[in-house]
């Protein structure tokens, strides 16, 4: 009698992703390094699923992306950094959007990811890597560093059962984001060759 399973298929994976009761930085990578033949498909899921969970939190009719780039570029210039929420750049971006932005970065989605969760330490991320996301986004750097600097957050919205405690897991270095992400070896170059 042959017990052996088969590797499961990438539906039966990103079933079983969707399936978890929480979707953070953690379960992600679990899921990446367990099905690693899948990553594309799971990252794509976990972007699809945190766009949703985007999409209850938007801001109400008749508030609009340009209010949000006002109100940073106001905090910004009162030097506002202190204990107020500082809002969220990638807050606006559906996953087409997501994904493009990625693309014009020549980044992968899981490192973008890991930058949106702020998973990664802000004082290890090149300036000029910085400018350049800003100036993708349209936000000012002083913003998106503003973001960046904020400490890590599940995101919120997340309202999945659970059996443990959620929790925020620790921060990367750029470098080791850059190593673990996905990324080819020309756009690890790439990043590498932005470093201050």
């Given at each position: 009698?042959?017990?052996?399973?088969?590797?499961?298929?990438?539906?039966?994976?990103?079933?079983?992703?969707?399936?978890e009761p929480?979707?953070?930085?953690?379960?992600?990578?679990?899921?990446?390094?367990?099905?690693?033949?899948?990553?594309?498909?799971?990252?794509?899921?976990?972007?699809?699923?945190?766009?949703s969970?985007?999409?209850?939190?938007?801001a109400?009719?008749?508030?609009d992306?340009?209010?949000?780039m006002?109100?940073?570029?106001?905090q910004?210039?009162?030097?506002?950094?202190?204990d107020?929420a500082?809002?969220n750049?990638?807050?606006q971006?559906?996953?087409?959007?997501?994904?493009t932005?990625?693309?014009?970065?020549?980044v992968?989605?899981l490192l973008?990811?890991?930058?949106r969760?702020?998973?990664?330490?802000?004082?290890?991320?090149?300036?000029?890597?910085?400018l350049?996301l800003?100036?993708?986004?349209?936000a000012?750097?002083?913003a998106?560093?503003?973001?960046?600097?904020?400490?890590?957050?599940?995101?919120?919205g997340?309202?999945?059962?659970?059996?443990?405690?959620?929790?925020?897991?620790?921060?990367?270095?750029?470098?080791?984001?850059?190593?673990?992400?996905?990324?080819?070896?020309?756009?690890?170059d790439?990043?590498?060759?932005l470093q201050d």
């Amino acid at each position: 009698m042959n017990t052996r399973k088969s590797a499961p298929g990438e539906e039966e994976v990103i079933l079983a992703f969707a399936g978890e009761p929480k979707h953070d930085r953690e379960t992600l990578e679990r899921y990446l390094r367990e099905h690693s033949e899948h990553a594309e498909a799971i990252v794509d899921c976990s972007i699809e699923l945190m766009a949703s969970v985007t999409r209850h939190d938007e801001a109400p009719p008749g508030r609009d992306a340009s209010v949000d780039m006002a109100w940073q570029r106001f905090q910004a210039a009162i030097g506002d950094s202190g204990d107020a929420a500082v809002a969220n750049p990638f807050a606006q971006l559906n996953p087409t959007a997501f994904k493009t932005l990625a693309k014009n970065l020549d980044v992968s989605n899981l490192l973008l990811i890991r930058l949106r969760d702020r998973a990664i330490e802000a004082a290890t991320i090149p300036r000029r890597f910085v400018l350049k996301l800003a100036t993708e986004l349209g936000a000012t750097s002083e913003a998106v560093v503003a973001y960046l600097r904020s400490p890590p957050a599940m995101v919120s919205g997340h309202s999945f059962r659970s059996s443990v405690k959620p929790a925020v897991t620790p921060q990367m270095s750029f470098e080791k984001a850059v190593e673990t992400s996905q990324l080819t070896q020309a756009q690890q170059d790439a990043l590498r060759s932005l470093q201050d």
